[in-house]
């Protein structure tokens, strides 16, 4: 269902633009965009890991 509704788009936008440049700023900006990919990374293997059963069970 994930998939389906983001089309292979990334969950987390990390292209948007700032006034800072060069650096300390694109070293942080690299870091930030490599833990949310990480962050998605994870989820995406726990939610292919959960069945329809495995979310019932518990009701």
Request: charged residues 30%.
């Amino acid at each position: 269902m994930l998939q389906a509704g983001e089309q292979e788009r990334p969950l987390f936008r990390t292209d948007i633009d700032h006034a800072l440049t060069g650096g300390r700023p694109d070293v942080i900006r690299r870091r930030v965009a490599d833990n949310l990919r990480q962050a998605e990374d994870a989820m995406k293997a726990t939610l292919a890991a959960t069945t329809i059963a495995d979310l019932h069970r518990d009701s």
